[in-house]
């Protein structure tokens, strides 16, 4: 671990907090870390967040991961090469599904988020703790692959 990592997970909880969700808040604190700002962030990850727009599917911080790896090493030209990106992009999942047991948000959370009884048991047992330390923890999984970029 390093503290910048550490300050990545720390501010990704803080956005959070403040009401910003999973995959929005990952994607800013990475972004911040790196001193990028654009209007497009959080916006573009919005849709990512609550398993891709409650439909139980991939984890909005792990969608979130990915496009933060993107911001920092995506190509931007036809010629450049993806294999760099691809490479981190696999490490990020692995040790996603390695720390959370999944990568997938109906798993990692007991329920579904696209009916309202959904909804109230993930309020009702306030699962959005566990929203936090998955944000948190891939923060700092995305903010390590990427500290030597």
Do not use: H, W
């Not at 573009?44 to 439909?55: A, E, F, H, Q, V």
């Not at 696999?90 to 990568?103: E, I, V, W």
């Not at 047992?125 to 970029?149: H, N, P, V």
């Amino acid at each position: 671990m390093n503290p910048q990592s550490d300050q990545v997970a720390q501010r990704s909880e803080e956005l959070f907090a403040s009401g910003l969700f999973c995959a929005e808040s990952m994607l800013q604190a990475v972004a911040e870390s790196r001193g990028i700002k654009s209007d497009l962030i959080p916006k573009i990850t919005t849709g990512l967040c609550s398993g891709l727009s409650r439909t139980g599917g991939i984890c909005g911080a792990v969608s979130g991961g990915v496009l933060a790896i993107n911001l920092v090493c995506g190509r931007t030209d036809t010629s450049q090469s993806v294999e760099d990106n691809y490479r981190f992009v696999r490490q990020f999942l692995k040790q996603s599904d390695a720390k959370f047991g999944s990568t997938n948000c109906e798993r990692l959370i007991g329920c579904r988020l696209d009916t309202p009884a959904g909804q109230r048991f993930f309020r009702e047992r306030k699962l959005g703790e566990k929203c936090t330390k998955f944000t948190r923890a891939a923060a700092r999984i995305a903010s390590e692959i990427l500290a030597d970029t």
